[in-house]
């Protein structure tokens, strides 16, 4: 194992136990939520988003399941903080973006610019029984901005 392959895997492991945005919100004006389920290996993620007009304003999440959908969802929560908002159209291709990479086989790695630490998930693109639980969060997003 490489040594980024390495720090990619203890970042993974660091978010599925210390989960940035875990704990639901209260259900107020502009708050929209989705759950989905991962029947190929039980992963849970139920995500609620908090959108201000145009604006996402907080993602939080909960949800059970192995270190990567875990992981996934805290780094998805954590990246709408960092940016302190996001427009839906850029939020809408950051899912794309995101999905696009994980489709691809390892191809196409996830920006560290763009993606900050999910940039770390790229490697879960080579596994395809793995994609889903990487994907699960996001999907969740997705459905809860159309709702929103």
């Known amino acids: 194992m490489s040594e980024l392959d390495s720090l990619y895997q203890e970042l993974i492991l660091d978010h599925s136990k210390r ?5 639901l919100t209260d259900e107020l004006v502009g708050v929209a939520t989705s759950h989905q389920h991962n029947p190929i290996c039980g992963d849970d ?8 007009g145009d604006v996402v304003r907080d993602v939080t999440w909960e949800g059970a399941g192995c ?7 805290s780094m998805l929560a954590s990246l709408v903080a ?13 899912v794309e973006g995101f999905r696009e ?12 610019e763009i993606f900050s630490d ?28 159309a709702r929103a």
Do not use: N
Request: aromatic share 6%; net charge neutral.
């Open 118 to 145: 999910a940039a770390a998930l790229s490697g879960v693109s080579r596994y395809t029984a793995r994609v889903k639980c990487a994907m699960l969060a996001w999907v969740a997003f997705e459905d809860a901005l």
């Open 19 to 23: 989960r940035v945005g875990f704990g």
């Open 101 to 112: 990479a994980l489709r691809s086989r390892g191809t196409k790695p996830l920006d560290e």
């Open 82 to 94: 960092e940016e302190d908002g996001m427009s839906r159209a850029e939020a809408s291709a950051l």
């Open 45 to 52: 993620i139920t995500l609620r988003v908090h959108v201000e």
């Open 67 to 73: 270190a990567i959908s875990q992981a996934s969802a």
